[in-house]
Nanobody, 122 residues
Framework: QVQLVESGGGLVQAGGSLRLSCAAS????????MGWFRQAPGKEREFVAT????????YYAESVKGRFTISRDNAKNTVYLQMNSLKPEDTAVYYC???????????????WGQGTQVTVSS
């Protein structure tokens, strides 16, 4: 099973940008769909974006569409989330996940990272 480690979180002012990275171990990374989810305090984990195994298909939550971009580099076993025009409501712990298909259902993903905190100040 693939193991995932996120990085790149931090504190940023509203309107700023951050790029999250998720490094995967294991030789089968390129066969997985990858997803990003987030969880704010007191709220349920929510879908952010997903990308197909070859990077050709992506899908975003409406709340981030046009501001966030998911991408992957299979040669580096890494998936990214470029976040622009950040808003205070984007504040959350961000998790990457790997699974056999791209979906907004968190239960469809087999492996999860430990999460990285993103805080957007107003």
């Amino acid at each position: 099973q693939v193991q995932l480690v996120e990085s790149g979180g931090g504190l940023v002012q509203a309107g700023g940008s951050l790029r999250l990275s998720c490094a995967a171990s294991g030789r089968t990374f390129s066969s997985y769909f990858m997803g990003w989810f987030r969880q704010a305090p007191g709220k349920e984990r929510e879908f952010v974006a997903t990308i197909s195994w070859n990077g050709r298909s992506t899908y975003y939550a409406e709340s981030v569409k046009g501001r966030f971009t998911i991408s992957r580099d299979n040669a580096k076993n890494t998936v990214y989330l470029q976040m622009n025009s950040l808003k205070p409501e984007d504040t959350a712990v961000y998790y990457c996940a790997a699974g056999p298909r791209g979906t907004y259902y968190s239960t469809a993903y087999d492996a999860w990272g430990q999460g990285t905190q993103v805080t957007v100040s107003s």
